[in-house]
């Protein structure tokens, strides 16, 4: 005998078809999770670029305010000598000045720290970062425009891979369901057949063919259809709780995304006055220091507030661009 056989099953109950639909809801899934990783991945690369930027404007008015707290310095010791101030006047601008030198450094390692992470997340090795850090604290963050919140909430890579888990893990079920049902087959054979070899191929006296019928219940192995079906369900159930979580998750993270932006706005035109009148408030303290109508005590204490301010004021424009991304 030589011939061909064949096999069909008639997918009567769906099985076949809702198997096909969760295999390819399962891959739209996988895709979806990995533009989720690359979103992750592009809003970590920003927000490292942003820290670089803060990080660089840090450095500068530390060091703008070194050379003022350097200034005072002399200005202390010139006193010092005159008898106008105390050693303990003196050693206090010292000490001031070597806080700001060492804050100096840190915020080196800290740069070289964040330059070192962004070429990492950029696939490359240790090397310097072009940047442009003047326009940094000028920079306005871009206006959010939520639409309506349910279409916001559908546009994340998130929500759509659980969505699309949750199709697949009900088309499972309804899978698994048919498997308790009788199958239909069709098989099908076509050959050649003979007694001797040498009549095998003559046709058509040779030819054999059928076409059957095939009618099959699940009886012995009912109980691991069972357990099948089961397992099916309960990936339901964790398919749509994990749904829930996630929209759920979307939906406060987006709603403190916006409540963010909205107050670091209003902070950071509050930290802007208050730097400014700092900033005014160290060439009054100077003046009055000199002229002998205030303390050693308020500089020290106007120059520090200044400079807490003045990195807060950084802090708050990073965060604000953070929150845009």
């Known amino acids: 005998y030589w011939g061909f056989q064949s096999s069909w099953e008639i997918d009567v109950w769906g099985k ?23 979103t992750n991945l592009v809003a970590e690369v920003a927000n490292t670029y942003y820290e670089l930027l ?6 500068k008015y530390v060091k703008q305010m070194i050379e003022l707290q350097k200034n005072a310095l002399e200005i202390v010791r010139i006193q010092k000598e005159a008898s106008m101030v105390t050693e303990l006047a003196v050693k206090q601008f010292e000490a001031q000045v070597f806080n700001s030198q060492s804050m100096e450094f840190d915020i080196r390692q800290q740069i070289t720290a964040s330059e070192n992470k962004l070429n990492f997340l950029l696939g490359r090795y240790p090397q310097p970062i072009v940047r442009d850090d003047s326009l940094f604290l000028a920079q306005l963050p871009m206006q959010v425009k939520t639409g309506i919140p349910s279409q916001l909430l559908r546009n994340r890579p998130d929500i759509k891979q659980t969505e699309l888990e949750l199709y697949a893990a009900n088309c499972d079920v309804k899978a698994a369901r048919a498997e308790f049902y009788p199958s239909l087959s069709i098989n099908g054979s076509v050959g050649f057949n003979a007694f001797k070899t040498s009549y095998l191929f003559i046709s058509p006296e040779s030819v054999i063919y059928s076409l059957l019928g095939d009618l099959t219940a699940p009886l012995i192995n009912r109980s691991a259809i069972q357990a099948e079906f089961n397992k099916s369900k309960a990936y339901q159930v964790e398919a749509l709780y994990n749904y829930e979580k996630t929209i759920l998750n979307g939906y406060v993270e987006v709603s403190n995304e916006m409540s963010s932006i909205n107050n670091l706005q209003q902070s950071y035109e509050q930290k802007k006055k208050a730097v400014d009148a700092l900033t005014n408030s160290i060439d009054i303290s100077n003046d009055l220091f000199k002229s002998g109508k205030a303390d050693y005590l308020e500089v020290l204490t106007v120059q520090r507030e200044a400079l807490d301010s003045k990195l807060e004021l950084i802090e708050v424009k990073k965060q604000q661009l953070n929150a845009v991304t």
Do not use: C, M, P, T
């Not at 803060?54 to 450095?59: M, P, S």
């Open 16 to 38: 076949l078809r809702n198997a096909k639909k969760a295999a390819f809801s399962k891959y739209l899934g996988s895709i979806e999770g990995k533009n989720f990783v690359i």
């Open 54 to 59: 803060a990080l660089d404007n840090k450095l």
